[in-house]
T-cell receptor, first 111, second 113 residues
């Protein structure tokens, strides 16, 4: 079946620290991969995406590379800010148009 | 402004009393979907629709109904709500081709007592 596994949180980092949130997936066919961010009291917002193997998605300093050989899509940022504090979700969309989400990773960045 | 609008944002109801959560999008998207978000479980897809009059079950469809009579609207219906349907619900829309990310509404927090 299809599923997404992401690292458990919560994650607490100091400002300007390096961030990695691990995400691995199981899927049949060739899914598209996404990272979404959710701020308190709000819906999910797309952070970045990749639609095929070796694609790198990037936005606002965040990056993730679609690795088919390791079935991974890890999120990274070189220097986090307090404003990056949020919950991050890894997700895949199958060729049959179903979405599967990870359980979310809460990030808190302290000054 | 492009958006997905859900109503109501908050709802408290009693077991067995039918309710509808509305969802509307103004982006002319073919694809619409409903999710529930529960602590420790992330988002789980309830139903999705590829276009008008076309709906499919997601991972957790039991106890829910949907309809897609117009392209912009995709209401979620709970015919006989139960306490285990207490959750945070999100509607989303998107295009069917690439790129195909989902655009989310603000969420509806439902409590069934």
């Amino acid at each position: 079946g299809n599923s997404v596994t992401q690292m458990e949180g919560p994650v607490t980092l100091s400002e300007e620290a390096f961030l990695t949130i691990n995400c691995t997936y199981t899927a049949t066919g060739y899914p598209s991969l996404f990272w979404y961010v959710q701020y308190p009291g709000e819906g999910l917002q797309l952070l970045l995406k990749a639609t095929k193997a070796d694609d790198k998605g990037s936005n606002k300093g965040f990056e993730a590379t679609y690795r088919k050989e390791t079935t991974s899509f890890h999120l990274e940022k070189g220097s986090v800010q307090v404003s990056d504090s949020a919950v991050y979700f890894c997700a895949l969309r199958t060729t049959g148009n179903q979405f599967y989400f990870g359980t979310g990773t809460s990030l808190t960045v302290i000054p | 402004e492009a958006q997905v609008t859900q109503n109501p944002r908050y709802l408290i109801t009693v077991t067995g009393k039918k309710l509808t959560v509305t969802c509307s999008q103004n982006m002319n998207h073919e694809y619409m979907s409903w999710y529930r978000q529960d602590p420790g479980l992330g988002l789980r897809q309830i139903y999705y629709s590829m276009n008008v009059e076309v709906t499919d079950k997601g991972d957790v469809p039991e106890g829910y109904k949907v309809s897609r009579k117009e392209k912009r609207n995709f209401p979620l219906i709970l015919e006989s709500p139960s306490p285990n349907q207490t959750s945070l619900y999100f509607c989303a829309s998107g295009v069917t081709g690439q790129p195909n990310e989902a655009f989310f509404g603000q969420g509806t927090r439902l409590t069934v007592v």
